[in-house]
């Protein structure tokens, strides 16, 4: 399993764009990069998931280099109800079934 | 938006008691989990289940634990003697049976207060 490293935390502001980079140096070919979300005291929800290049839906974009040892998840123009843990997977999404691990996640905080 | 649903929000218990969790999965959904985080600490996997059977179960899923799909719409966890460090919000889940997808769309938690 690819270990991800990613910051413990990171402060923003509304309006701003914030970046949360992952690090995962092992990353397997057929592994993919997941992210999620957590607010406090709710479950954790998915936000998007890819495996090279870049992805975009409505809520974030993902950025991935060539090598894939590392990611970025971009939000764009957060606002305080972004304020949440983001985590970021690595892993062989494939095949239905697959337990998700969790690390510590990155702590966002959008003050006003 | 299809969702996840879990009761109760919030269970308390004395050491030593049986509690039930319970979650509704997402209607077409055919794998189910149960995940834990306790306060401060990291979600963790507990179990996942398919065809009305365990697939992989981590190493805290002991004896103690249990999950049952009782009827078509209901997944439980049981936990027989409760203790202190079973504290913890409890988070199910659930993905399709698609190849190619594992986004597993989680509930809201219980909270589980083991006195």
């Known amino acids: 399993l690819a270990k991800t490293t990613q910051p413990i935390s990171m402060d923003s502001y509304e309006g701003q764009e914030v970046n949360i980079t992952c690090s995962h140096n092992?990353?397997?070919?057929?592994?993919?990069i997941t992210w999620y979300q957590q607010f406090p005291s709710q479950g954790p929800r998915f936000i998007i998931q890819g495996y090279k290049t870049k992805v975009t839906n409505e809520v974030a974009s993902l950025f991935i280099p060539a090598d894939r040892k590392s990611s970025t998840l971009s939000l764009p123009r957060v606002s305080l109800s972004d304020t949440a843990v983001y985590y970021c997977?690595?892993?062989?999404?494939?095949?239905?079934?697959?337990?998700?691990?969790f690390g510590g996640g990155t702590r966002v905080l959008v003050k006003p | 938006e299809p969702e996840v649903t879990q009761t109760p929000s919030h269970q308390v218990t004395q050491m030593g008691q049986e509690v039930i969790l319970r979650c509704v999965p997402i209607?077409?959904?055919?794998?189910f989990y149960w995940y834990r985080q306790i306060l401060g600490q990291k979600v963790e996997f507990l179990v996942s289940?398919?065809?009305?059977?365990?697939?992989?179960k981590s190493e805290i899923f002991d004896d103690q634990f249990s999950v049952e799909r009782p009827d078509g719409s209901n997944f439980t966890l049981k936990i027989r003697s409760t203790k202190l460090e079973d504290s913890a919000m409890y988070f199910c889940?659930?993905?399709?049976?698609?190849?190619?997808?594992?986004?597993?769309?989680f509930g809201a938690g219980t909270r589980l207060s083991v006195l």
């Open positions: 997977l690595v892993g062989y999404p494939k095949a239905a079934g697959n337990k998700l691990t």
């Open positions: 889940a659930s993905s399709e049976a698609s190849v190619g997808k594992n986004i597993q769309y």
């Open positions: 289940f398919y065809n009305n059977e365990i697939s992989e």
């Open positions: 209607s077409n959904h055919l794998y």
């Open positions: 092992n990353i397997a070919t057929n592994d993919y």
